[in-house]
């Protein structure tokens, strides 16, 4: 099994920015793929980003101008750098590990409880 606990969540002003870091524990880090999502409030939970076991990164289209992720396997740490944020940005963040690099929600086996996002205007 593994654990996942997300920080940094928080109320930002749009055009801010924000890192969400994201701490696993139980096996090991290493040897998955790490997604992000996030679910507003009344929509449907959507895929932001994942980063792979080489460190290859997938982004959502509405997102990838204004994302980075990046993961330290040595602190079994994964992170979410976000910038420009918009109020459609307002969110619970969901950190998420999983044994194959995917974009789909269902091949992710752990979650973390999520952190939220605000972004005034």
């Known amino acids: 099994q593994v654990q996942l606990v997300e920080s940094g969540g928080g109320l930002v002003q749009a055009g801010g920015s924000t890192r969400l870091s994201c701490t696993a524990s139980?096996?090991?880090?290493?040897?998955?793929?790490m997604g992000w999502f996030r679910q507003a409030s009344g929509q449907e939970r959507e895929f932001v980003g994942t980063?792979?076991?080489?460190?290859?990164?997938t982004y959502a289209d509405s997102v990838k101008s204004r994302l980075t992720i990046s993961r330290d396997n040595a602190k079994n740490m994964v992170y979410l750098q976000m910038n420009n944020l918009k109020p459609e940005d307002t969110a619970v963040y969901y950190c998420?590990?999983?044994?194959?690099?995917?974009?789909?929600?269902?091949?992710?086996?752990?979650w973390g409880q999520g952190t939220q996002v605000t972004v005034s205007s």
């Open positions: 998420a590990a999983s044994p194959y690099y995917s974009i789909r929600a269902t091949t992710y086996d752990y």
């Open positions: 980063i792979g076991r080489s460190g290859s990164t």
């Open positions: 139980g096996r090991t880090f290493s040897n998955y793929a």
